[in-house]
């Protein structure tokens, strides 16, 4: 079966920490990965991604720095870690997966979806 299973979201103070994590099973286990998010009210933004090997990344402009998305193929398994977190990122954020070697940053080319975690991050 191919599955996507986010986790890890919750409640947080700003300047505070969580990692998201994001299980893949099947065939898309080593696929390119992408964390994307979505706040009340707004369009589904890209966050970060990691290429099938995990050696290239990239992440939104709105969270360098402060977000590391990274990989680990032997438990199939891509983290998002948020550090110095802004009541800006509450949203719920989503794992999507694709099969390519390289990395999009647009919603409509990823394939496979997980079922989300809410951020919230309070002020």
């Known amino acids: 079966q191919v599955q996507l299973v986010e986790s890890g979201g919750g409640l947080v103070q700003a300047g505070g920490s969580l990692r998201l994590s994001c299980v893949a099973s099947?065939?898309?286990?080593?696929?390119?990965r992408g964390w994307f998010r979505q706040a009340a009210g707004k369009e589904r933004e890209f966050v970060a991604g990691?290429?099938?090997?995990?050696?290239?990344?990239a992440s939104g402009d709105s969270v360098q720095g402060r977000f590391t998305v990274s990989r680990d193929n032997v438990k199939n398994t891509a983290y998002l870690q948020m550090n110095s977190l802004k009541p800006e990122d509450t949203a719920v954020y989503y794992c999507?997966?694709?099969?390519?070697?390289?990395?999009?940053?647009?919603?409509?080319?990823?394939?496979?979806w997980g079922q989300g975690t809410q951020v919230t991050v309070s002020s």
């Open positions: 999507a997966a694709y099969l390519s070697t390289g990395l999009v940053t647009k919603a409509g080319r990823y394939e496979y």
């Open positions: 099947g065939s898309i286990a080593n696929y390119a």
């Open positions: 990691i290429n099938s090997i995990g050696g290239t990344t």
